[in-house]
């Protein structure tokens, strides 16, 4: 017995320890010499002798391991690896993996989290933010823009252009800014929390567009001519990539650009007849520089690259080159930003308007790719934060201020459990879109990071905006100049929907780019069963394979042990968020292990099995916010006043991950396997939980009343004291009505015994100051924390004729 419990033992830590081949075989080696000199042979000694001599021996002998063991697997993998289109290739390839790819090893080193610099602002990026973007806010008055003028006014056009806000990510050298990514996305959530309409215009020309396209892509001479003129909002660019029967598969495009001589300006040039019709492509009604993407065909193998199909190319065209169209204009969901269609009809356009010129013909796809790699991470999310942002400060004050029952709202529990969520939910996006912002600045391209920032930070924002929404009841649903949150909750589903719909990326895209790109070995077993070179391609094989042996026997093992031991083995950092760091740990084991094992099983039909995939990218996902909240809360130094609600957004991720792993072992076409992950995963049961209802308490009250957590939260948002400013107001009621708390519960004390008279608070507190139970100081606190917050709950009303526009 004791024999077997040191093998059993020596198993455990060789595979939690990930040990190598040779490490394996040495260890088992010793134990069979020490086993044999401790109790002589038995016959389970022999047997486990015959079984090391005749799989851990030839195992160690390469060339009998290749022919024996990876030739077949190799064979096999082949047979199951799932076929992939050109764009689909270039989509995984893409960009580059950062911290997803530790979490998908199964053991994160948090150290290495931590260490990661936090991003931070220049002084020339915050003296802009606090300059010329705290002045454009000042000047958007948001119902006038999206009920009066369905467009930003005259004077914020030329504000915009003449600041420098069309130049973010441009280079110094051209005229533009270059300002970092934290900055970039600093700004649009500044701005976007004072209008949609505003801070998408902005958005564009710094994203996914012709600026950025021309900065990684371009030739000399297109640089030179277009950066500059980008910069000096001389030139308003767009990018028109979404067609008619071409959304989210834009590999499905039917625009097409035909090789061809034609005349331009005078003279027979090599050049492209374009064909195009083209929707949803902002600032397009006001465009005077178009990027297209369409496919490029060369029937008479003109360009010298002998073939017909090059493939999806972009291109940079004046707005007024002949047979453009620009189309009426879209509407989304009353966000008046420029949008519109644009179509093409013979179109020619010469060959070096090409991007980056004719070499960079049918690689266009890539470069979009590359681009929306660390692009997806910037906007969208910077847009969703900044409404999240200033939901947060004013839902909070509004709970505390609305008054039901003779007790402010804030403090029924009904109303704490979606306080709580917008509390959570905004730390938690504030936290993923600083992390990937930080990785950006570091250089990367982060395409996986990207797509669940995008995703989780856009779904959250529109939960935000529900949750914000059901508490202001009548106050949010009547549109207005004194509405702050009506336009925001009626164009969350925009950015749900854009840079990739949300329910491809989580569907497709997060797990579907993550197994490859982030897994520490699948991408390298993918390209050696696609080598040419059969030796070649049977060593690589075999070198991936094996360690990916190990790394799977290894989670097997990791799963179990930390499932037992509730994680209580794994090291981590110290400090009151030690054991999320531990169960992050453990969990992301777990992960590495279902993915291996849905890999395995379900093989190229996990591509068709959606549901599954989804599941999948969402415990990914969640193990990635959850490590974004515990940095971010590093970072931020670790307060506790913050304390309630890290928590609550760590034990979010933590209970949706454990949903998710119940979800897919639940539907697992293998049965039996199901059981056995079931087993593997949870040993012990499912003992991961929602927030409860006593930390739901505890971050109401943090967001009902001026803390510094309240505060932190908003960090970045547009709350100056100005008269434009209704945040202003909410604040200025939320402080006075603190300061009367005390002194109208003295009068509602006296009325309740009688010794004064009054049917309402105004009378009450009259009949109080005659009879001198409050001073004249205090009547006046009363009167104006009700007068201010008569100011924030009223509603506006129209004439018919007011409406009919």
Same mark, same amino acid.
């Given at each position: 017995?004791?024999?077997?419990?040191?093998?059993?033992?020596?198993?455990?830590?060789?595979?939690?320890?990930?040990?190598?081949?040779?490490?394996?075989?040495?260890?088992?080696?010793?134990?069979?010499?020490?086993?044999?000199?401790?109790?002589?042979?038995?016959?389970?000694?022999?047997?486990?002798?015959?079984?090391?001599?005749?799989?851990?021996?030839?195992?160690?002998?390469?060339?009998?391991?290749?022919?024996?063991?990876?030739?077949?697997?190799?064979?096999?993998?082949?047979?199951?690896?799932?076929?992939?289109?050109?764009?689909?290739?270039?989509?995984?390839?893409?960009?580059?993996?950062?911290?997803?790819?530790?979490?998908?090893?199964?053991?994160?080193?948090?150290?290495?989290?931590?260490?990661?610099?936090?991003?931070?602002?220049?002084?020339?990026?915050?003296?802009?933010?606090?300059?010329?973007?705290?002045?454009?806010?000042?000047?958007?008055?948001?119902?006038?823009?999206?009920?009066?003028?369905?467009?930003?006014?005259?004077?914020?056009?030329?504000?915009?252009?003449?600041?420098?806000?069309?130049?973010?990510?441009?280079?110094?050298?051209?005229?533009?800014?270059?300002?970092?990514?934290?900055?970039?996305?600093?700004?649009?959530?500044?701005?976007?929390?004072?209008?949609?309409?505003?801070?998408?215009?902005?958005?564009?020309?710094?994203?996914?567009?012709?600026?950025?396209?021309?900065?990684?892509?371009?030739?000399?001479?297109?640089?030179?001519?277009?950066?500059?003129?980008?910069?000096?909002?001389?030139?308003?660019?767009?990018?028109?990539?979404?067609?008619?029967?071409?959304?989210?598969?834009?590999?499905?495009?039917?625009?097409?650009?035909?090789?061809?001589?034609?005349?331009?300006?005078?003279?027979?040039?090599?050049?492209?007849?374009?064909?195009?019709?083209?929707?949803?492509?902002?600032?397009?009604?006001?465009?005077?520089?178009?990027?297209?993407?369409?496919?490029?065909?060369?029937?008479?193998?003109?360009?010298?690259?002998?073939?017909?199909?090059?493939?999806?190319?972009?291109?940079?065209?004046?707005?007024?080159?002949?047979?453009?169209?620009?189309?009426?204009?879209?509407?989304?969901?009353?966000?008046?930003?420029?949008?519109?269609?644009?179509?093409?009809?013979?179109?020619?356009?010469?060959?070096?308007?090409?991007?980056?010129?004719?070499?960079?013909?049918?690689?266009?796809?890539?470069?979009?790719?590359?681009?929306?790699?660390?692009?997806?991470?910037?906007?969208?999310?910077?847009?969703?934060?900044?409404?999240?942002?200033?939901?947060?400060?004013?839902?909070?004050?509004?709970?505390?201020?609305?008054?039901?029952?003779?007790?402010?709202?804030?403090?029924?529990?009904?109303?704490?459990?979606?306080?709580?969520?917008?509390?959570?939910?905004?730390?938690?996006?504030?936290?993923?879109?600083?992390?990937?912002?930080?990785?950006?600045?570091?250089?990367?391209?982060?395409?996986?990071?990207?797509?669940?920032?995008?995703?989780?930070?856009?779904?959250?924002?529109?939960?935000?905006?529900?949750?914000?929404?059901?508490?202001?009841?009548?106050?949010?649903?009547?549109?207005?100049?004194?509405?702050?949150?009506?336009?925001?909750?009626?164009?969350?589903?925009?950015?749900?929907?854009?840079? %990739?719909?949300?329910?491809?990326?989580?569907?497709? /895209?997060?797990?579907?780019? @993550?197994? !490859?790109?982030? #897994?520490? =070995?699948? +991408?390298?077993?993918?390209?050696?069963?696609?080598?040419?070179?059969?030796?070649?391609?049977?060593?690589?094989?075999?070198?991936?394979?094996?360690?990916?042996?190990?790394?799977?026997?290894?989670?097997?093992?990791?799963?179990?042990?930390?499932?037992?031991?509730?994680?209580?083995?794994?090291?981590?950092?110290?400090?009151?968020?030690?054991?999320?760091?531990?169960?992050?740990?453990?969990?992301?084991?777990?992960?590495?292990?279902?993915?291996?094992?849905?890999?395995?099983?379900? %093989?190229?039909?996990?591509?068709?099995?959606?549901? /599954?995939?989804?599941?999948? @990218?969402? !415990?990914?996902? #969640?193990? =990635?916010? +959850?490590?974004?909240?515990?940095?971010?809360?590093?970072?931020?130094?670790?307060?506790?006043?913050?304390?309630?609600?890290?928590?609550?957004?760590?034990?979010?991720?933590?209970?949706?991950?454990?949903?998710?792993?119940?979800?897919?072992?639940?539907?697992?076409?293998?049965?039996?396997?199901?059981?056995?992950?079931?087993?593997?995963?949870?040993?012990?049961?499912?003992?991961?939980?929602?927030?409860?209802?006593?930390?739901?308490?505890?971050?109401?009250?943090?967001?009902?009343?001026?803390?510094?957590?309240?505060?932190?939260?908003?960090?970045?948002?547009?709350?100056?004291?100005?008269?434009?400013?209704?945040?202003?107001?909410?604040?200025?009621?939320?402080?006075?009505?603190?300061?009367?708390?005390?002194?109208?519960?003295?009068?509602?004390?006296?009325?309740?015994?009688?010794?004064?008279?009054?049917?309402?608070?105004?009378?009450?507190?009259?009949?109080?100051?005659?009879?001198?139970?409050?001073?004249?100081?205090?009547?006046?606190?009363?009167?104006?924390?009700?007068?201010?917050?008569?100011?924030?709950?009223?509603?506006?009303?129209?004439?018919?004729?007011?409406?009919?526009?």
């Amino acid at each position: 017995m004791l024999v077997w419990l040191a093998f059993f033992f020596i198993f455990i830590v060789l595979a939690y320890q990930r040990a190598s081949l040779r490490v394996w075989t040495l260890s088992l080696a010793l134990w069979l010499l020490l086993a044999t000199c401790y109790q002589g042979w038995s016959l389970s000694l022999i047997i486990s002798g015959i079984l090391f001599i005749a799989v851990l021996i030839p195992f160690n002998v390469g060339p009998w391991r290749r022919r024996w063991v990876s030739q077949p697997l190799l064979h096999f993998y082949r047979e199951v690896m799932p076929t992939m289109s050109r764009t689909e290739r270039e989509a995984i390839s893409a960009g580059t993996v950062t911290w997803e790819a530790d979490l998908f090893r199964g053991n994160p080193d948090w150290n290495k989290l931590l260490a990661f610099p936090p991003p931070l602002l220049s002084a020339e990026e915050e003296a802009f933010i606090n300059g010329p973007v705290e002045t454009l806010c000042q000047m958007l008055d948001d119902w006038d823009i999206t009920h009066n003028r369905t467009d930003l006014p005259p004077e914020v056009w030329r504000y915009i252009k003449e600041q420098g806000f069309f130049s973010l990510i441009i280079p110094k050298q051209y005229g533009g800014k270059a300002f970092s990514a934290y900055a970039h996305s600093q700004i649009i959530m500044k701005v976007s929390g004072r209008s949609i309409t505003a801070s998408s215009t902005i958005s564009v020309p710094n994203s996914l567009g012709p600026a950025e396209l021309l900065l990684h892509y371009g030739t000399k001479e297109q640089k030179n001519y277009y950066l500059p003129r980008l910069a000096k909002g001389e030139e308003v660019p767009c990018f028109a990539l979404t067609s008619p029967v071409a959304g989210s598969d834009a590999g499905s495009m039917t625009d097409t650009g035909i090789v061809c001589y034609g005349e331009f300006e005078g003279k027979k040039t090599l050049g492209i007849r374009l064909q195009f019709n083209k929707r949803y492509i902002t600032l397009a009604p006001i465009a005077t520089v178009i990027g297209l993407a369409f496919k490029l065909y060369d029937p008479e193998h003109l360009l010298g690259l002998q073939k017909e199909d090059i493939g999806i190319t972009c291109a940079l065209i004046p707005r007024n080159t002949p047979g453009i169209t620009i189309g009426r204009r879209h509407f989304p969901l009353n966000a008046p930003f420029q949008n519109g269609p644009i179509h093409g009809k013979d179109v020619f356009i010469p060959v070096d308007w090409i991007i980056g010129g004719v070499k960079k013909a049918g690689k266009g796809w890539g470069m979009l790719m590359e681009c929306l790699a660390a692009g997806r991470a910037i906007s969208l999310p910077a847009s969703a934060i900044g409404g999240a942002k200033v939901l947060a400060y004013a839902t909070g004050a509004y709970a505390r201020i609305r008054k039901q029952f003779n007790t402010p709202i804030g403090r029924f529990e009904g109303v704490e459990q979606p306080l709580a969520r917008i509390a959570g939910f905004t730390y938690l996006m504030d936290a993923a879109r600083t992390f990937a912002a930080g990785a950006i600045d570091s250089g990367e391209k982060p395409s996986v990071a990207s797509a669940i920032v995008k995703y989780h930070v856009t779904q959250l924002g529109r939960q935000v905006a529900c949750d914000s929404m059901d508490i202001h009841g009548g106050k949010g649903i009547c549109l207005g100049p004194l509405n702050y949150l009506g336009r925001g909750y009626e164009a969350a589903p925009i950015a749900i929907t854009v840079e %990739g719909a949300n329910i491809l990326t989580r569907n497709m /895209i997060i797990f579907g780019q @993550g197994a !490859i790109r982030c #897994h520490p =070995y699948v +991408l390298a077993e993918l390209e050696a069963a696609r080598s040419p070179e059969p030796k070649a391609a049977l060593l690589a094989f075999d070198n991936a394979v094996m360690k990916h042996f190990g790394f799977a026997i290894s989670n097997v093992v990791r799963s179990l042990v930390l499932g037992v031991t509730s994680s209580l083995l794994v090291k981590a950092p110290s400090g009151k968020m030690k054991r999320y760091y531990q169960q992050a740990t453990r969990l992301s084991s777990a992960f590495a292990l279902m993915a291996d094992v849905c890999m395995l099983t379900l %093989g190229g039909s996990l591509k068709r099995k959606e549901s /599954i995939s989804a599941r999948l @990218g969402d !415990i990914l996902s #969640h193990l =990635y916010l +959850l490590s974004a909240v515990l940095k971010h809360y590093h970072d931020q130094g670790a307060c506790s006043d913050d304390l309630p609600v890290v928590r609550f957004a760590s034990l979010h991720c933590l209970f949706e991950i454990q949903e998710s792993f119940d979800e897919i072992i639940k539907n697992f076409p293998n049965r039996w396997l199901a059981w056995i992950l079931k087993v593997l995963i949870f040993p012990l049961g499912e003992r991961f939980y929602r927030p409860r209802d006593k930390l739901q308490h505890k971050i109401a009250q943090l967001l009902i009343a001026p803390t510094e957590t309240r505060q932190r939260l908003a960090a970045g948002a547009y709350l100056a004291p100005v008269k434009e400013n209704v945040m202003a107001d909410v604040q200025d009621a939320l402080i006075k009505t603190i300061a009367a708390e005390p002194i109208e519960k003295e009068v509602k004390a006296a009325k309740k015994a009688g010794t004064i008279s009054g049917y309402n608070t105004v009378e009450q507190a009259q009949s109080a100051l005659e009879k001198k139970m409050i001073t004249s100081e205090q009547f006046d606190i009363l009167m104006q924390a009700r007068e201010a917050c008569m100011k924030v709950i009223a509603v506006d009303d129209f004439t018919n004729e007011e409406l009919a526009r």
